[in-house]
């Protein structure tokens, strides 16, 4: 399994960002598909999740209305896009293989800083 995460950066807060998950390794379409977080000095919280065909989206009630989660089961992709951004935003996002509620694999990650 290899999951690699880009997009991240230093944006202001309301700005957009938009995270990519690039998937190798497995066969992508028969799997539930994460992103989660990790700010300094806190726990792993999950912040989006989709089904392995997409019909199914689960958000954090903290990222509801602001992010969107999709994927492209053709490129082995999986999007996170952030809008919106707050400095509570601020973390290392992973993408993860699995669902909500299941623990996987999940890439080196992708810094996100949200800051005036």
């Known amino acids: 399994v290899r999951l690699v995460e880009s997009g991240g950066g230093l944006v202001q807060p309301g700005d957009s960002l938009t995270l990519s998950c690039s998937a190798s390794?497995?066969?992508?379409?028969?799997?539930?598909m994460t992103w989660v977080r990790q700010a300094p000095g806190k726990g792993l919280e999950r912040v989006a999740a989709?089904?392995?065909?997409?019909?199914?989206?689960k958000y954090a009630d903290s990222v509801k209305g602001r992010f969107t989660i999709s994927r492209n089961n053709a490129n082995n992709t999986v999007l996170l896009q952030m809008n919106n951004l707050r400095p509570e935003d601020t973390a290392m996002y992973y993408c993860l293989q699995g669902s909500w509620y299941t623990d996987g694999p999940r890439g080196q990650g992708t810094q996100v800083t949200v800051s005036s």
């Open positions: 390794g497995f066969t992508f379409i028969n799997y539930p």
């Open positions: 989709i089904s392995n065909t997409g019909i199914s989206i």
